[in-house]
């Protein structure tokens, strides 16, 4: 026995398979086209690390360079026993290589070791002219100490009464 509707509930229930098929058909492509969306903008992400990652390498670099110069600018007011010009070559050197690393980076990431960098030079400009300054002024204290003890002998001999002579 066949129900009255039989032809209604067949249309249905092909209807109904119809709409099921394409509702998993539709889900299917949703799932497949999040899928490729997301491993591309994870993909997109794991660059960006990347980028970010070898930034702050070079920032910790940088650091280091910076941590370096300060360390052994140090050394030139500290230690009288240093020799100048050696220690002036290896803070040039290390000046160096903080540009190198510098022109790696975005100027926006390496502006604040950027403008150290500019003062650095404007410091060690300074110290090395107080270098040169003191230096000079030991000469003329020498200079002065040496003419002192020059009238003081000078002196002497004409209040002995001894012949007094120039010589050099």
Excluded: H
């Excluded at 990347?50 to 007011?77: C, G, H, M, P």
Aim: with cysteine.
């Amino acid at each position: 026995m066949k129900a009255q509707n039989y032809a209604a509930i067949r249309k249905a229930i092909i209807r109904f398979t119809w709409y099921l098929i394409a509702s998993v058909a539709v889900a299917t492509c949703f799932f497949f086209f999040f899928m490729k969306t997301s491993s591309f903008e994870i993909s997109k992400i794991l660059d960006k690390a990347k980028d970010y990652d070898k930034i702050q390498t070079i920032q910790l670099d940088l650091k280091e360079k910076v941590d370096s110069i300060y360390y052994f600018s140090s050394w030139l007011t500290y230690d009288s026993k240093i020799n100048y010009r050696l220690m002036q070559n290896t803070l040039s050197e290390k000046k160096l290589q903080l540009s190198n690393l510098l022109s790696q980076i975005p100027k926006e990431d390496g502006l604040l070791y950027g403008k150290l960098a500019n003062q650095m030079n404007t410091f060690f400009n300074t110290k090395d002219s107080l270098i040169i300054a003191t230096s000079e002024l030991n000469t003329v204290r020498e200079d002065l100490i040496q003419c002192m003890s020059d009238n003081r002998k000078i002196t002497r001999k004409i209040s002995i009464g001894g012949g007094l002579t120039f010589d050099k």
